[in-house]
């Protein structure tokens, strides 16, 4: 499978980068942090999952996390 590393700052610019990626044949998308994983990064991340789709694996930072899966969710969450 093939990995893009996505550099743009912006939503936008990821989603369009990623949309280029994977258009080309990438499936695995790792977004470069830019923000420490705050909210800039997790706003690109939601960008580029929504312009690859459910079936890519789109992760920051090198690390992945599988489609519809929330960044920052704890088992907590999962227990309400």
Do not use: N, W
Not at 18 to 35: P, S
Not at 48 to 65: C, F, P, T
Request: charged letters at 20%.
């Amino acid at each position: 499978m093939k990995t893009a590393h996505i550099t743009s700052r912006t939503p936008a610019d990821v989603a369009q980068e990623v949309e280029a990626k994977y258009a080309a044949g990438c499936r695995r998308f790792v977004l470069d942090e830019l923000d420490g994983g705050g909210m800039l990064d997790l706003e690109r991340l939601g960008a580029a999952r929504y312009a690859a789709g459910i079936q890519a694996d789109v992760g920051l930072g090198g690390q992945s996390s599988p489609a519809g899966m929330s960044v920052g969710t704890s088992a907590a969450a999962g227990t309400r």
